[in-house]
């Protein structure tokens, strides 16, 4: 996918292989460098959806599926593989769903001290402009589970938010409504940890304010 998940997968792949093991990619992306042919054991160029992964699997029979290096779209699958059984590595689907859903994820950082911003939930299209209304603008909305992309966007005025969701079903899913911090550094903070320790293996803070895609932002190290 992006740029930060192509080298997530190339460097868990060689790991694996520095390990011992056989690292086996399924990427349904060819313009990237965990496709080339000198990176995987074994390469699957496969939709990522659980019928497709799901087959790979039953044909390999890994010893365990890692899900937190190819972004939004394995993180999805989380939950249905375990279900059938695939052993998770790294970080747990527990963990995995914790940090996905708002509510849960806020319930951990007030156990833990943390300040976040102020946020809402809105369970259907109707309930979006009263939440918005208890947060304040600007805000920053999106469709339940989207990472970013074009349904993410920043608002500044009640005009423009209602326009937006009009856009919207009326069966349309939950919305996530966060108090937009502006103006706001953003800084991407990446480590591993064992349960135990953690290793901090990179700071990066963003040139540009909050607001800026990571994708489309320059990074000092």
Same mark, same amino acid.
């Given at each position: 996918?992006?740029?930060?998940?192509?080298?997530?997968?190339?460097?868990?792949?060689?790991?694996?292989?520095?390990?011992?093991?056989?690292?086996?990619?399924?990427?349904?992306?060819?313009?990237?460098?965990?496709?080339?042919?000198?990176?995987?054991?074994?390469?699957?160029?496969?939709?990522?959806?659980?019928?497709?992964?799901?087959?790979?699997?039953?044909?390999?029979?890994?010893?365990?599926?890692?899900?937190?290096?190819?972004?939004?779209?394995?993180?999805?699958?989380? =939950?249905?593989?375990?279900?059938? &059984?695939? %052993? @998770? !590595?790294?970080?747990?689907?527990?963990?995995?769903?914790?940090?996905?859903? *708002?509510?849960?994820?806020?319930?951990?950082?007030?156990?833990?001290?943390?300040?976040?911003?102020?946020?809402?939930?809105?369970?259907?299209?109707?309930?979006?402009? =009263?939440?918005?209304?208890?947060? &304040?603008? %600007? @805000? !920053?909305?999106?469709?339940?589970?989207?990472?970013?992309?074009?349904?993410? *966007?920043?608002?500044?005025?009640?005009?423009?938010?209602?326009?937006?969701?009009?856009?919207?079903?009326?069966?349309?899913?939950?919305?996530?409504?966060?108090?937009?911090?502006?103006?706001?550094?953003?800084?991407?903070?990446?480590?591993?940890?064992?349960?135990?320790?953690?290793?901090?293996?990179?700071?990066?803070?963003?040139?540009?304010?909050?607001?800026?895609?990571?994708?489309?932002?320059?990074?000092?190290?």
């Amino acid at each position: 996918e992006g740029l930060e998940f192509d080298y997530s997968c190339v460097h868990a792949a060689q790991a694996i292989r520095e390990a011992g093991g056989e690292a086996v990619i399924i990427n349904s992306n060819p313009e990237t460098v965990s496709t080339d042919h000198d990176i995987s054991t074994r390469l699957y160029f496969e939709p990522v959806h659980l019928e497709d992964v799901t087959a790979v699997l039953r044909h390999e029979r890994p010893d365990g599926v890692l899900l937190q290096f190819g972004g939004q779209t394995p993180l999805n699958l989380a =939950t249905a593989l375990a279900r059938g &059984g695939w %052993p @998770i !590595l790294g970080t747990s689907v527990d963990s995995i769903v914790r940090s996905e859903d *708002r509510v849960d994820f806020a319930r951990a950082l007030r156990q833990l001290g943390l300040p976040y911003p102020r946020f809402a939930v809105a369970e259907h299209r109707g309930e979006v402009m =009263t939440r918005a209304e208890e947060i &304040g603008m %600007p @805000i !920053l909305v999106r469709p339940s589970f989207v990472m970013g992309g074009d349904r993410i *966007r920043i608002f500044r005025d009640k005009e423009s938010l209602a326009a937006f969701v009009d856009e919207y079903p009326e069966d349309s899913g939950r919305f996530l409504i966060d108090r937009f911090l502006s103006p706001a550094s953003e800084v991407d903070v990446d480590g591993v940890a064992d349960g135990k320790d953690v290793r901090l293996c990179g700071v990066l803070e963003h040139v540009e304010l909050a607001g800026i895609h990571s994708g489309d932002s320059s990074m000092m190290y």
